[in-house]
């Protein structure tokens, strides 16, 4: 009997757009990721032979990605038509961009979204990251300053610059960083200026986007690590 091997990719036939996934990449969802992972979870021959010549750290390249994701980069248009989707997530990264990339893919989310289509995004709590830094700086702390503490959590800089051919990768694409920081009020008036409606500040795993628990991790949102804000395509 012949077996024909079931090729791993992203599911392009899905309604759901799930934006810089990162690991959490459902095989019902449309996954999209700009990391250089994507490319190394297909080719890992590739990846062990960088990885052998010292120019791609192991650390890195032990991190299980999965391999049915796509690769875009986030701050050109994205490459779907008009009314594509039911649903768009994306947690941890439009903080990535800067204000102005951030506001051309939400509008592009409201494009490819249908009548009634919702966008569920999450990025880091600044309000939250403001109130650690102030009990921090009134019960100081003797191993980090509050300063430093709260530079870490802003995440605009890395404390040490890194080497290698992911360290260069970092400086030339900059995904990594944080750019721009949003608290709810902020948030939500992004997702408003781009004409969605019905903008909310639903709980984790909570909310109007069909089967979010599938795409969403507590752990970046519970106990001040991010808020929610979704929105209706009218």
């Known amino acids: 009997m012949v077996t024909t091997k079931r090729r791993v990719g992203p599911n392009t036939a899905s309604d759901s757009l799930n934006l810089g996934c990162g690991l959490k990449a459902p095989e019902n969802w449309l996954n999209v990721d700009g990391s250089l992972q994507v490319v190394f979870a297909r080719r890992p021959r590739l990846k062990r032979i960088l990885v052998e010549i010292g120019l791609y750290p192991k650390s890195q390249a032990e991190i299980p990605w999965p391999a049915n994701v796509m690769r875009l980069d986030l701050r050109k248009p994205l490459p779907f038509p008009n009314d594509r989707f039911i649903a768009v997530y994306s ?47 009134s019960q100081p702390d003797s191993k980090d300053t509050a ?80 808020i929610v804000v979704e929105g209706v395509k009218a």
């Open 91 to 137: 947690s941890h990264t439009i903080e990535h961009l800067y204000y102005d990339e951030a506001a051309a893919l939400t509008s592009e989310c409201h494009r490819v979204l249908k009548s009634g289509g919702v966008f569920r995004v999450v990025v880091p709590d600044l309000a939250a990251i403001v109130r650690r830094y102030l009990l921090r700086s």
């Open 147 to 226: 300063a430093e503490r709260f530079m870490d959590e802003l995440l605009l800089h890395p404390r040490v610059a890194e080497h290698g051919l992911i360290g260069l990768y970092h400086r030339l694409c900059g995904f990594h960083q944080h750019k721009w920081m949003y608290d709810a009020p902020g948030l939500g008036k992004l997702l408003r200026e781009v004409g969605f409606v019905e903008v909310s500040n639903p709980l984790c795993l909570q909310g109007m986007l069909p089967a979010c628990q599938e795409v969403e991790d507590p752990e970046r949102i519970l106990d001040g690590a991010g």
